[in-house]
T-cell receptor, first 111, second 116 residues
Framework: GQQLNQSPQSMFIQEGEDVSMNCTSS?????WLWYKQDPGEGPVLLIA?????ELTSNGRLTAQFGITRKDSFLNISASIPSDVGIYFC???????????FGQGTRLTINP | EPEVTQTPSHQVTQMGQEVILRCVPI?????FYWYRQILGQKVEFLVS????????KSEIFDDQFSVERPDGSNFTLKIRSTKLEDSAMYFC??????????????FGEGSRLTVL
């Protein structure tokens, strides 16, 4: 089946630092999404990307849909303690109902 | 803000027992989904449901699983005879449009199932 490879698996940073994570796939996706999951809660949508090459920002978050449609990255600038959590990329294939999720990036921030 | 609600938040059951997980999707949404997340792993698709029928299901969603929309508001996932490996967090999600029409999914907080 389709696989999304997300990296890094975990990050330990200082408050105020910038963060970058990415997802790659051997499959072409027509939509890329980035979700954040806090402990004991469901994933919450951060950014959705619909076109190859698209660069979208949401506050301190910036995400890009790769030109090849096989990758995406998420950047967080000037991290703050509430950014702690697990970030998942998810891709959607044309004609399918399901989202395919990456393995997640666990972000830990030292104050 | 409208949200997807799930009950119970945590259920402990014996292997072989039947379990029903309940969800109330956002009221004007038309597409409904179940995903699961085994502890420490990624979120996996189980099934999508539209117009009172399953529109897509994964290989995980075998004959032990079923979904139902018994009335205008609830969406349920039933596991007929639970196995140890069914222990996971089960997330319900809904969307106004299907994901093949760039519909954005809204997830509930999840129901944790522990099978002993």
């Amino acid at each position: 089946g389709q696989q999304l490879n997300q990296s890094p698996q975990s990050m330990f940073i200082q408050e105020g630092e910038d963060v970058s994570m990415n997802c790659t796939s051997s499959s072409i996706f027509n939509t890329w999404l980035w979700y954040k999951q806090d402990p004991g809660e469901g994933p919450v949508l951060l950014i959705a990307l619909y076109k190859a090459g698209e660069l979208t920002s949401n506050g301190r978050l910036t995400a890009q849909f790769g030109i090849t449609r096989k990758d995406s990255f998420l950047n967080i600038s000037a991290s703050i303690p509430s950014d702690v959590g697990i970030y998942f990329c998810a891709g959607h294939l044309q004609g399918a109902q399901k989202l395919v999720f990456g393995q997640g990036t666990r972000l830990t921030i030292n104050p | 803000e409208p949200e997807v609600t799930q009950t119970p938040s945590h259920q402990v059951t014996q292997m072989g027992q039947e379990v029903i997980l309940r969800c109330v999707p956002i009221s004007n949404h038309l597409y409904f989904y179940w995903y699961r997340q085994i502890l420490g792993q990624k979120v996996e698709f189980l099934v999508s449901f539209y117009n009172n029928e399953i529109s897509e299901k994964s290989e995980i969603f075998d004959d032990q699983f079923s979904v139902e929309r018994p009335d205008g508001s609830n969406f349920t996932l039933k596991i007929r005879s639970t196995k140890l490996e069914d222990s996971a967090m089960y997330f319900c999600a809904s969307s106004l449009m299907g994901t093949d029409n760039t519909g954005e999914l809204f997830f509930g907080e999840g129901s944790r199932l522990t099978v002993l």
